[in-house]
């Protein structure tokens, strides 16, 4: 089961709606993601929040609007979006600056990711 | 992040090991090679990292070339709820920020009964 839970699971928006997706995890990591995954292709990384700040921003238009407002929060705020847009937007979270050498799952930089909101835009 | 190349699909058939290959020849030293895959509609799972010995964990093992450009992740017992589109990343071990995961096409793996 993931650890990093995204709401809503679909949503559907009209191109002049604002809307919100909403992340959020509890493992105390400190980095969070956005991934956009249109139909067979693979994640595309849109933002990432390292310490709740944005750390990179893969050229994403700014109908797409990021916020991390705390260290487990993350949200992604809709506004005019195009139909090209649908799409399942993904979130991960992971724990960056852990120990070197260390073994197992978070020895890394392993990313979790949720299950998605699969967006639809009409 | 350094790019991966992995081949479009493979079968196998249920109960047999499934060996998919991935080729990451630009790897630095600091990176490690993550294998997740995804089911159809769902979120990425992640499976298994490894720098530069071989592991295992109760869901695979991954084997990883001495000179690291190259590694096959494998499925000892392959069920039909291992079909899946399996994905190769390499990422930076660990650092201050969380840094860049670039995904590849990934393999898409099909059981057969």
């Known amino acids: 089961d993931t650890e990093v839970t995204q709401t809503p699971k679909h949503l559907v928006m009209g191109m002049t709606n604002k809307k919100s997706l909403k992340c959020e995890q509890h493992?105390?990591?400190?980095?969070m993601y956005w991934y956009k995954q249109k139909a067979k292709k693979p994640p595309e990384l849109m933002f990432v929040?390292?310490?709740?700040?944005?750390?990179i921003n893969e050229s994403v238009p700014s109908r797409f609007s990021p916020e991390c407002p705390n260290s487990s929060l993350l949200n992604l705020h809709l506004h005019a979006l195009q139909p090209e847009d649908s799409a399942l937007y993904l979130c991960?979270?992971?724990?960056?600056?852990?120990?070197?050498?260390?073994?197992?799952?978070?020895?890394?930089?392993?990313?979790?990711f949720g299950e998605g909101s699969w967006l639809t835009v009409v | 992040d350094a790019k991966t190349t992995q081949p479009p699909s493979m079968d196998c058939a249920e109960g047999r090991a499934a060996n998919l290959p991935c080729n990451h020849s630009?790897?630095?030293?600091?990176?490690?090679v993550y294998w997740y895959r995804q089911i159809h509609s769902q979120g990425p799972q992640y499976i298994i990292h490894?720098?530069?010995n071989n592991e295992t964990n109760e869901m695979a093992s991954l084997i990883i070339t001495e000179d690291r450009k190259s590694s096959t992740l494998i499925l000892p017992h392959a069920t039909l709820r291992d079909t899946a589109v399996y994905y190769c990343?390499?990422?930076?071990?660990?650092?201050?920020?969380?840094?860049?995961?670039?995904f590849g096409d990934g393999t898409t793996l099909t059981v057969k009964p």
């Open positions: 493992m105390g990591h400190r980095a």
């Open positions: 630009t790897i630095s030293g600091n990176e490690y």
């Open positions: 990343i390499v990422r930076v071990a660990y650092n201050t920020n969380a840094g860049k995961s670039t």
């Open positions: 490894g720098l530069k």
């Open positions: 929040y390292s310490y709740e700040k944005l750390s």
């Open positions: 991960a979270s992971s724990s960056p600056g852990l120990r070197q050498g260390a073994r197992g799952p978070d020895s890394g930089n392993t990313i979790y």
